[in-house]
């Protein structure tokens, strides 16, 4: 397929969001698209900013706020990437999601900071649903007791789960996995989908996909 010109590969997401949406019942504007501009250029990105796409996924503090900083007020920005402890800081003054809630000492830090800044992120807990040990989440068995804990012990309200399915299984299993445990917990938002696969997660109940090549391209990759 030949690549879409300038904001023309992003109409064709939002389009196809919309059916998938309909196909599965369900309201497309219950389906936010997160545009995952991560390493991309400026060039690629404005486009899809002119076209009225306003909520765009980042994966590091300090790359975001290069790129975001003068334009703050115009957009939500969501964290999607790992969060170190010591970003912490910046990321709770700089984004107004942090969807990679998954640890403890994370927890607490964000929880402090949080009082510090008297500003509170939309927190999502990351689920490791393959319990792959290269990648970064919670493990499916530890989830319960984790979101307990984020509310108990640390006085932190998430509201969704995120996941990444393992790149060699078929992703509907875990996204089916993701939202029983949303479910079961009370929690209403699943930000769960990527280019490859964002029409089987609205098919699962997601609220947010997050698509960056679909929209943007492939990324050039870093000299």
């Avoid at 002119?50 to 503090?61: I, K, L, M, P, S």
């Avoid at 900083?69 to 170190?84: D, H, S, V, Y």
């Avoid at 930000?191 to 698509?211: H, L, P, Q, Y």
């Avoid at 960056?212 to 391209?217: D, K, L, N, Q, R």
Wanted: hydrophobic residues 45%.
């Amino acid at each position: 397929m030949a690549e879409l010109p300038d904001a023309a590969a992003y109409a064709d997401v939002v389009a196809r969001i919309a059916r998938a949406a309909q196909a599965a019942g369900r309201d497309p504007a219950d389906v936010t698209l997160v545009a995952v501009s991560k390493q991309q250029p400026w060039e690629a990105v404005a486009p899809v900013l002119a076209a009225g796409q306003r909520v765009f996924g980042e994966n590091r503090v300090q790359e975001a706020m290069a790129r975001w900083a003068e334009r703050r007020g115009e957009i939500e920005l969501r964290l999607i990437g790992p969060l170190q402890t010591n970003k912490a800081r910046e990321a709770v003054a700089f984004f107004d999601v942090i969807e990679t809630l998954d640890r403890e000492k994370l927890a607490r830090v964000l929880a402090d900071e949080a009082q510090k800044q008297g500003r509170t992120p939309r927190l999502y807990i990351q689920v490791n649903t393959g319990e792959e040990p290269q990648k970064a989440g919670v493990v499916p068995p530890e989830a319960d007791a984790f979101i307990a804990a984020c509310r108990a012990t640390y006085g932190l309200e998430p509201e969704g789960l995120m996941c990444i399915p393992p790149e060699a299984e078929p992703p509907g299993p875990h996204f089916a996995l993701l939202a029983k445990i949303a479910a079961r917990n009370g929690l209403a938002k699943l930000s769960m989908g990527m280019s490859g696969d964002f029409e089987t997660a609205i098919r699962f109940g997601a609220t947010s996909v997050r698509v960056g090549s679909a929209v943007f391209g492939a990324r050039t990759p870093r000299a």
